[in-house]
Structure formats: structure tokens, C-alpha cells
């Protein structure tokens, strides 16, 4: 196997084992988000799946030249020697990965800055959706003073309308 082969099927093995799949699957909320979710889950393995069967074949076994020397004759098989030596098979020269190289890193660092956004927005909403849960425990027996002191922008805005003698009709 080439090394930048078994480098890629290395790779390819170890970034496998280390996501945590069935951890991402408890994340998603809803069906669509799971659809495409095991799309993606699926066409990775199959990747992978090639990555590792195509780069994984060994240098074939040499020929024993004079087995077939005993059995067909040494002028026939030195002739299949002699060709099967002259065939040069030409290394692979990447020239596609220093290409997308560049993009690729590039969407690494927007793919980073998304997670940390995207974990900033679902601190904030979970910040949101403890503040509602206890205020609908506590609105049956809450007072206003109470609730504008949760909410000093609406009582000023009361406050507003009450010194403006606007009240709302």
C-alpha cells in the first residue's frame, strides 16, 4: 500500500472510533433532523467502507518464476519475466488535495465558529426556557411588583403610558 494511501485509511479508521454517534443522535429533536442524520451516518460508513478496501490491498505475492520454469519451459516464461519486469507502474502524484486544502481548513474554522455560536444560542435558550418554566409555576400567585421586578422595561413602560394618560384605548 502507498504511504498517502494508508495514511488516508488510517485517518479515515480513527476519525470513525472517535465520533460519538449515538451521542449526536440524542441531540436531534425532530424527524427530519434524524433522516439526514443517519444519511449522513450511513454514506460516512460507506466511505469508509471503500477507503478501507481499496487502499488497504497488499503488494501482490512475487511470481516463483521457476515453478513455472519446471512446468512450461524456462524460453516461454522468461519471455512473461522479461514483460511482466518491464511494466512500470507510475506513482499516484496528488494534486487534488493541495487544491481543497485551503477550503477545506477554511470551513474547519467556520464549522468552529458555527459550534461556538450555535452553543452560545442554546445556553441563552435554555437560560429562556428555565425562566418561563418557573415563571408558569409561579404566575398563579405572583404580584405585579414581583413580576416587574423580572421585568423593569415593562414597568416603565406602564409607568409611561399612566404619566402620558394613555391607557391603551
Known sequence: MSGAGKKVVDVAFKAGKSIDWEGMAKLLVSDEARKEFATLRRTFDEVNSTLQT???????????????????GSRLVDMYKEAYESVEIPKFVDTVTPQFKPKFDALLVELKEAEEKSLKESERLEKEIADVQELKQKISTMTADEYFEKHPELKKKFDDEIRNDNWGY
Open 54 to 72: 481499496k487502499f488497504s490491498q497488499q503488494e501482490p505475492e512475487p511470481i516463483d518464476w521457476e515453478y513455472y520454469r519446471k512446468g512450461i
